[in-house]
């Protein structure tokens, strides 16, 4: 009984306009708003595939840059290895030299940065000869 007053078409034509409503509020503002997503997924998408093949590229760049670093830095040190040891090796001609002309373990040591112990040596070892020549001249 109830059904046969119930106001059928009203609430066909009242389901069929919110169907409507729906349908046309999805195709005004939804479906835009997909499209823009879908474009900037695909864009979001190609950027990381770019990204990361230069990523790559940057790191074996960065990776080479480092060796060569590391190279040059070991020959940097082994060419001032070599500049010590032939510094060192003219303080110490040059320390005897003085030394052989008679210059005081004080001034080997100011002069030649010989340590105390260093000078003392070179003073013993060559300082005689400047005395040897001094001695043969007044003789």
């Not at 090796?89 to 112990?117: K, N, P």
Request: charged fraction near 25%.
């Amino acid at each position: 009984m109830m059904l046969e007053n119930f106001p059928w078409p009203q609430t066909i034509l009242g389901m069929a306009a919110a169907l409507a409503i729906l349908v046309i509020y999805d195709v005004v503002y939804v479906w835009p708003i997909h499209r823009r997503i879908s474009t900037l997924t695909d864009r979001c998408a190609v950027l990381e595939r770019t990204l990361g093949g230069v990523l790559d590229g940057l790191a074996a760049r960065v990776a080479n840059v480092d060796q060569r670093t590391r190279e040059d830095l070991n020959r940097v040190v082994e060419r001032v290895g070599q500049l010590e040891l032939a510094t060192d090796s003219r303080s110490y001609e040059q320390a005897i030299t003085s030394a052989e002309h008679g210059e005081e373990t004080a001034r080997l040591i100011a002069c030649f940065g010989l340590t105390e112990g260093e000078a003392d040596l070179v003073k013993l070892l060559h300082g005689d000869r400047s005395r040897r020549m001094a001695l043969k001249k007044s003789a």
